[in-house]
């Protein structure tokens, strides 16, 4: 029994778009106007990270179309550096940075719930966080054609949010008044150091606006014709992003100068809303980013468990007379129905409202596995200079501009975990011991078949 071949061209689009747009669209722009001191600046970073993202997000397509399976970024690992690398990332993401992601987009969800219905409790955000993730684990369970629909629905909604917003701001809302302003950067004042400080501020800023991409390659397993739907989903998809990401900057930037942007950064959206739409606009703006965060975590509670099952998969038989052969059985089990990996969604499920629980606040979450999850962002994406002539079919997607592609992904990315270590030493190891410590468990469940190599 395996998982089955559902998803078209358009249920996986929605995924990809749908992982992308979360709520850092509605507030990135104004932390970015901290850094900007020039509007041709806030263009260029956002177009920036959308080609940085759009290479990653190629070489992924490709790495899919080799290895049309559930988990690609395991299996790449795998395929290229050995089963410890593709077990290292598959513990990473099954208890680190898996249920943190979906945890800290459902805590972002719970807030904007208790504004939405107005109400301030702290406890009442955990529970709308809670029934959330169980309610998308339950569309889930149905079927991955449920799951797809709804992010299809969720997607579009927030798509057409968005273009709304950048219809009012652009067409309706009366323009900002111009402004004299003498402000200069940091690339201005300090040479090439402060340059090379200015544009690795500004892409930290923006890029996590465009995280998401790598998630949807877990379904791979259940798209149809891979070859041909996911690159061409992934493609669009990010420079759909990217152009949506550009103009919503644009409308912005039309009502809000920078320096306006820079007084009030967490007030932008807001502002550009009610002066579009009036004192409603504020209203449905909430209501906007709340369905945004709602659809970004149906799409995360879709697709991980995807890798969750691919990675218990490989080890279910090694485990089983261990301490966790137990928890490698629930995640591996595929309900003989619908071919859904239930086990993995409710494991998925638990650990999350788990951690949502534990932890509960989206600072504490996020910030400790961000240098082990770009870490093995890189790793993956390196994988393609392994595994194109070794798994290279005939009607496999080839990546256009290789090698150079994947070398800009990596390079700046390396860049951004030197930064992300300098910064926030102490979060950063925690993130890195944590996820160390899937070492010895992996020693555990591969020491039989070490004795037998010794024996033979």
């Not at 987009?105 to 029934?131: K, P």
């Not at 999350?352 to 082990?372: K, Q, Y």
């Not at 930064?419 to 160390?436: E, R």
Request: charged letters at 10%.
């Amino acid at each position: 029994m395996s998982l089955q071949r559902k998803l078209g061209l358009s249920a996986v689009l929605a995924v990809v778009v749908g992982d992308m747009i979360g709520s850092g669209i509605f507030f990135t722009p104004g932390e970015l106007a901290a850094v900007a001191s020039a509007e041709w600046q806030v263009y260029f970073f956002w177009s920036l990270c959308g080609v940085i993202t759009l290479c990653g997000a190629l070489t992924l397509a490709e790495l899919s179309s080799l290895i049309p399976k559930a988990g690609v970024s395991y299996h790449a690992l795998t395929e290229a550096y050995g089963p410890f690398a593709g077990f290292m990332q598959a513990w990473m993401m099954v208890l680190v940075s898996g249920p943190g992601a979906i945890a800290g987009v459902a805590i972002l969800f719970g807030e904007l719930a208790n504004q939405v219905f107005g109400s301030g409790s702290t406890g009442l955000q955990l529970i709308w966080a809670s029934v959330a993730i169980i309610f998308f684990a339950a569309i889930n369970l149905r079927g991955a054609e449920w799951g797809g629909r709804t992010q299809i629905v969720l997607t579009s909604v927030k798509v057409i949010g968005l273009i709304a917003l950048i219809i009012g701001g652009v067409f309706i809302a009366a323009p900002a008044a111009d402004v004299d302003i003498a402000l200069h950067s940091a690339s201005e004042r300090d040479g090439i150091i402060g340059f090379l400080r200015f544009i690795g501020l500004g892409v930290a800023i923006v890029l996590f606006t465009y995280d998401g991409w790598i998630d949807a390659s877990n379904i791979a397993g259940e798209v149809k014709d891979p070859n041909r739907n996911f690159p061409l989903a992934m493609g669009i998809g990010v420079v759909l992003i990217t152009l949506i990401y550009l103009l919503v900057n644009f409308a912005f930037l039309r009502v809000m100068p920078l320096e306006a942007m820079r007084a009030n950064p967490t007030l932008v959206a807001p502002t550009v809303a009610e002066a579009a739409f009036g004192s409603s606009g504020g209203r449905a703006l909430s209501l906007l980013m709340w369905i945004s965060i709602f659809g970004a975590l149906g799409g995360l509670i879709m697709t991980l468990p995807r890798l969750f099952y691919a990675a218990a998969s490989e080890y279910v038989e090694r485990a089983q007379r261990s301490m966790i052969g137990p928890v490698f059985r629930v995640i591996a089990h595929l309900s003989p129905g619908r071919s859904v990996p239930t086990g993995a969604i409710l494991f998925a499920a638990a650990v999350s409202i788990a951690a949502l629980l534990f932890f509960g606040s989206f600072s504490r979450i996020v910030t400790f596995f961000v240098v082990p999850f770009q870490f093995m962002n890189i790793l993956m994406v390196s994988s393609i200079f392994r595994l194109r002539k070794k798994l290279s079919k005939a009607d496999s997607f080839r990546l256009p501009g290789y090698p150079v592609i994947p070398a800009i992904f990596i390079l700046v990315m390396m860049l951004f975990l030197v930064a992300a270590l300098i910064y926030n030493p102490v979060d950063s190891l925690i993130g890195i011991v944590l996820t160390l410590a899937g070492a010895p468990v992996y020693w555990v469940l591969t020491k039989a078949d070490r004795e037998r190599e010794q024996r033979s």
